[in-house]
């Protein structure tokens, strides 16, 4: 069954602090990872995605790696902000369809002053 | 900058009754989707929808469920007989192309059901 496992659950940093975000898949066949940064009460914001023979993908301070070897994913935030408080989801698909993502639960991250 | 719209924002219903939660894509996009999200729970893919048919759906996605495009800019998705278990977050989304296309999402209906 294909599975996506976020950590930390939750993540709590102070403002200009650093932070990076672990996502492990057992998705198969891999096709991509996207990072989504989801606000309360809104829908998903696409951040970054990768295809198989990218390891690395930025979009402004944040940086995604994807080890597709190890199944693992990492987004990093570099000097965090406020309005950087969100939810943070790993999808990744198995497909060129719709159907075949698979959602991550979410690292829910909280930065503070 | 175009986004994807979707109305109404809340909606409460009985029971049973019919809803219909309506989305307006990006006006380039082809591509349409639906989605929902249990309260705490991950987001869960619904149906797609391209050149006016289903192209895949969910097993959630059953006969008490349908979508439609009944004019060129809006994107529907109808509950006949809704449960408690319906009650959720519903997110339109549309893209230009399938594949490793970026996604755009709308705002979401929250839908409660009692």
């Known amino acids: 069954k294909n599975q996506v496992e976020q950590s930390p659950q939750s993540l709590i940093i102070l403002e200009g602090k650093n932070c990076t975000l672990q996502?492990?898949?057992?998705?198969?066949?891999?096709?991509?990872l996207r990072w989504y940064k989801q606000d309360t009460g809104r829908g998903p914001v696409s951040l970054t995605i990768m295809t198989f023979s990218e390891n690395t993908k930025s979009n402004g301070r944040y940086t995604a790696t994807l080890d597709a070897d190890t199944k693992q994913s990492s987004l990093h935030i570099t000097a965090s902000q406020l309005s950087d408080s969100a939810s943070y989801i790993c999808?990744?698909?198995?497909?060129?369809?719709?159907?075949?993502?698979?959602f991550g639960t979410g690292t829910r991250l909280q930065v503070t002053l | 900058e175009p986004e994807v719209t979707q109305t109404p924002s809340h909606q409460v219903t009985q029971m049973g009754q019919e809803v219909i939660l309506r989305c307006v894509p990006i006006?380039?996009?082809?591509?349409f989707y639906w989605y929902r999200q249990i309260l705490g729970q991950k987001v869960e893919f619904l149906v797609s929808f391209y050149n006016n048919e289903i192209s895949e759906k969910s097993e959630i996605f059953d006969d008490q469920f349908s979508v439609e495009r009944p004019d060129g800019s809006n994107f529907t998705l109808k509950i006949r007989s809704t449960k408690l278990e319906d009650s959720a977050m519903y997110f339109c989304a549309s893209s230009v192309r399938l594949g490793g296309e970026t996604q755009y999402f709308g705002p979401g209906t929250r839908l409660l059901v009692l």
């Open positions: 999808v990744v698909s198995a497909g060129g369809t719709a159907s075949k993502l698979t």
């Open positions: 996502c492990n898949y057992t998705v198969s066949p891999f096709s991509n």
């Open positions: 006006s380039n996009h082809l591509y």
